[in-house]
Antibody, heavy 117, light 107 residues
């Protein structure tokens, strides 16, 4: 059974930083591209970042470009999202999801990030 | 960026009803269109990929189709567990973008 488990969310002040992690099991992690998708409270889904299986290709949504950094450690079956210069608009549940053939196959349960003073 | 426009934004239906949700892309995305179901407080779940392929384990009452840049998700006979919000998503080009969602509620 594929399991993706996010962690690292919490309350952070505006301008602060946070690092999210996503631990994968039940799949050959090193074979899959990975993504972060977020959902602001009561809002829809927003794709924010992609990293290829070998980390050779990385993409970001304009809304986070220059502030967020995606990375992965295939030896640890883990995905990360370093978030800097956070604003209230970054408040959301953050999901990790794997993507095989251009679809988001499996999603984690999400971790809530709240940016507030 | 490619805009995905879903309609309706919400609908009320009864158990056993046939339900249709539409998603229109702002430009050609060929068949790079996926559908997800999200129940309250839960993570989204992949239902349909490549416009019309049903994900493994998804009930056969769910189907998808394409006509040009218009895509349709159909639930042939609505079941109690199908009340949720449904999102379309294009994976033709990055940034991947989602529709705004369609909330299916109990009539």
């Amino acid at each position: 059974e594929v399991q993706l488990v996010e962690s690292g969310g919490g309350l952070v002040q505006p301008g602060g930083s946070l690092r999210l992690s996503c631990a994968a099991s039940g799949l050959t992690f090193s074979s899959y591209n990975m993504n972060w998708v977020r959902q602001a409270p009561g809002k829809g889904l927003e794709w924010i970042s992609y990293i290829s299986s070998s980390s050779s290709s990385i993409y970001y949504a304009d809304s986070v470009k220059g502030r967020f950094t995606i990375s992965r450690d295939n030896a640890k079956n883990s995905l990360y999202l370093q978030m800097n210069s956070l604003t209230a608009e970054d408040t959301a549940v953050y999901y990790c999801a794997n993507s095989g053939n251009s679809r988001l196959d499996y999603w984690g349960q999400g971790t809530l990030v709240t940016v507030s003073s | 960026d490619i805009q995905m426009t879903q309609s309706p934004s919400s609908l009320s239906a009864s158990v056993g009803d046939r339900v249709t949700i539409t998603c229109r892309a702002s430009q050609s995305i060929t068949s790079y269109l996926n559908w997800y179901q999200q129940k309250s407080g839960k993570a989204p779940k992949l239902l349909i990929y490549s416009a019309s392929s049903v994900q493994s384990g998804v009930p056969s009452r769910f189907s998808g189709s394409r006509s040009g840049t218009d895509f349709t998700l159909t639930i042939s006979s609505l079941q109690p567990e199908d009340f949720a919000t449904y999102y379309c998503q294009q994976s033709f080009t990055i940034p991947w973008t989602f529709g705004q969602g369609t909330k299916v509620e109990i009539k």
